[in-house]
Each structure stands twice: as C-alpha cells, then as structure tokens.
C-alpha cells in the first residue's frame, strides 16, 4: 500500500516513470482532490536536470536573490558560472544535479560538485517559495549528501552567507559544522560568507 511508503519511497517510485506517466498521475491526483474536497500531500521528486532545466536554474536564482535579499546580477553571473563549469566539465561518476518537482513542477535544485579528490562540495541549492515547508530542500540535501558518499568522498563542504537562515537549518540539521566565517562585500551588500563541513 502507497500509505505505508514513505515520502521519499514514493517519490522513489515515480521517479521511475515516464514523463507522460508522470503527468498522467498528476493529473489523476488532482481529479482526486477535487472530488475528496480536500489536498493530497504533494510528492517531492528528484530527478536529473534535462536540457531548460539549467538556464532556470540560473534566472531563478538571479529572481529569487534579487527579491528576497536584494542581492544584484552578480549573484546571478556566478551561479551562470557555476552551473556552465558543471556542464561543459563535470565527471558523471563524481558529480550531479537536481531537479525537484511537485505535481510536475520546477521547485528546486542542488549540484555536487569536486572541491577536491577527498572533498565534495554542495552547490547552489535553491526551493521555490511556494514549496517551502514540505521537505523539499531536505530531500535535494539528502540526495546530494548520499550521491557524495558513493562517489568515494570523505568530506562535503558548502559556502552560504548567514543572511541564507532556512537553508542553514537543513545543513545543521544533516550534521554540516560551521568551520569559519569572514565579512564581505558581494552581490551589492555587506555580507558573512560561511563555510560549513560534513564528515562522510
């Protein structure tokens, strides 16, 4: 029974459906809905990002930044930086990304990423607003954390700024350690640039 599953089994199973089979049982959920009167809880996927999926990656986060911390293009520039290096030179056996959707929809991302041969580094994670709450950064950090551990890593480490609260509850909460701190001026503001480190 699908009640018996956790979240992330379901989404497990999903996962491993065809695009037109995901829409299909999207579509069924939310005739579900409208007949039950009532929500059924979104299921959080993860799946490899597809061609589009890396340009919003990079516009997301210019727009998010933008209006939630004021932060300017050049935030948006290094994360084109970031996800161009990830594309042109990233070996599939050490590193990855993520989509995560609901209901079919775009609502987050990561990237592992080699810091160095022992040390993984965890990239641009971003949840949309509206699917703050639900386990949806969580579910990108887990997946990035147990992809790192087959690879071989030792260590992930992570770069934030301390005005980043949310995301910096799901590291803490995974077992990430704040390793040092430094004032900077980035992105158009006075900023606290964070590093953080997991043992694997």
Sequence with gaps: MLDDRSSEQIGELLSGLSADA?????S???VIESLLGEKVPPVVT???PVTGDYGWVVQRH?????QEYCWDETFEALVARIVADHVDKHDPKREAAWIAE???ERVGCVFCMKKEDNVA???ILLVEPSARGIGVGGHLVDECIRFARRAGYKQMMLWTNDVLVDARRIYERVGFRLVAD???QSFGQDLVGQNWLLDL
């Design 22 to 26: 995901q829409d299909a049982l999207m």
């Design 62 to 66: 210019g727009e998010l930044y933008a």
């Design 46 to 48: 993860l799946r490899a």
């Design 121 to 123: 580094q965890l990239r």
């Design 102 to 104: 609901v209901n079919g």
């Design 28 to 30: 069924s959920i939310t």
């Design 182 to 184: 430094e004032a900077h």
